[in-house]
Structure formats: structure tokens, C-alpha cells
């Protein structure tokens, strides 16, 4: 891993909600944003700065949602991860129920131009670390389309394993998301 990244990587703050936005919809243009994202760019587009404001308020330092950055040596955000903690018995956003208190990864996005730098690998080791040591929870997850395969090769190389559950795509149910588990949520991941 390229190591300056560790250094660089870290939660947003409230009023980084600027940047927060900014960096969404830069996500939300990039050509896998269809299999990657939940939501649309002209969706995002459209929401008003109160949006953008609580949803940075949320993921700054709450114990529920926390979003992480790395961001380069010029100041430019290359990146983000945000981790959701489900809750046993409520239902996840695709409609499934939770069985068990758990961490989510969604929102991960890195710049192409920061691809292959290692950032992404600091941003998922930060939000690997802050669920099981801050949130305290014993399993972490994701859903990845079946087709970004570019996005499934990373998430292998991390550690996490298709659980065997999946669930249709919002907006094209024809379509399917896969979940994948870390397998050893509390070790470090084996990189290359």
C-alpha cells in the first residue's frame, strides 16, 4: 500500500458539507455510477443545501454513520468510504431485514485519477477500524452490482466474501446486488 495515505485518510467534519456534495456528485458522473450508486446525479443535483448540510452533520460524528476522505497533499479530496451500523430487526435499504448489529459500507468512490495510489485501500482500513473498534460490531458488509467487477476484484482483495445473499437492484430488478462479508472483520486485511 502506498503509505502516505494512511496519514491522509479521515472523518469529514459538519461543515465540510461543501466538499461532501462536491465529491458525490463527482461519484455520481463517473461512467459505474448506474451499478454503483443508489441515486442519480440529477437527483443529488436537485437537493437543496439543507440536504447536503444534515447529511454531512450525520456522517461527521455520529455513532451511527461515519464518512471518511483521503485527501491528497494539494488538498483535494481522491476519495471516500462511508460505514452505515444496522441495527438487528430493521430493514436495510434494499428491504431486507437485518439479523444482526452490523456495519454497512456504501458510498465508496475514488477519483480515477487516484486509482491504483492506494487510497482506497487506507479509506477501507479506516472505516474497517472505526466499526469494529468504535462501533463495536463483529460483522461488516457490503452490497456490490452483480456486474462492476472492477469494484468486486478490490473488495476480494480486502478480505470480503460473497455471503450468498443478493437482492434486486433498485430501479432494475432484473438486475442484482451481491453481498459480500469481510471475513475477518477484526484483522487486518493480506494486501499484495
Known amino acids: 500500500m502506498n503509505q502516505p495515505w494512511r496519514d491522509a485518510v479521515r472523518p469529514i467534519s459538519a461543515d465540510e458539507w461543501p466538499r461532501v456534495k462536491e465529491l458525490r456528485l463527482s461519484a455520481l458522473r463517473d461512467p459505474a455510477a448506474a451499478i454503483a450508486f443508489l441515486e442519480s446525479y440529477e437527483r443529488a443535483l ?3 443545501d439543507s440536504f447536503w448540510k444534515e447529511r454531512a452533520e450525520a456522517a461527521a460524528g455520529g455513532s451511527r454513520v461515519r464518512q471518511f476522505v483521503a485527501e491528497g497533499p494539494d488538498g483535494v479530496w ?3 468510504v462511508t460505514v452505515l451500523i444496522e441495527e438487528a430487526g430493521n430493514d436495510d435499504v434494499f428491504g431486507v431485514t437485518v439479523e444482526q448489529r452490523q456495519a454497512h459500507i ?42 462492476n467487477a472492477r469494484a468486486e476484484g478490490f473488495y476480494r482483495r480486502f478480505g470480503f466474501v460473497r455471503s450468498g445473499v443478493t437482492a434486486p437492484m433498485k430501479g432494475d430488478p432484473s438486475k442484482t446486488e451481491v453481498e459480500m462479508v469481510l471475513d ?4 487486518p486485511p493480506a494486501l499484495p
Open 184 to 187: 475477518r472483520p477484526g484483522a
Open 106 to 147: 456504501v458510498g465508496v468512490f475514488l477519483r480515477p485519477e487516484h486509482r491504483g495510489s492506494g487510497a482506497i485501500d487506507a479509506l477501507f482500513e479506516a472505516a474497517v477500524e472505526w466499526a469494529v473498534s468504535v462501533a463495536k460490531v463483529t460483522r461488516v458488509r457490503l452490497y456490490v452490482h452483480e456486474d
Open 46 to 48: 436537485a437537493e437543496p
Open 78 to 80: 481522491s476519495g471516500t
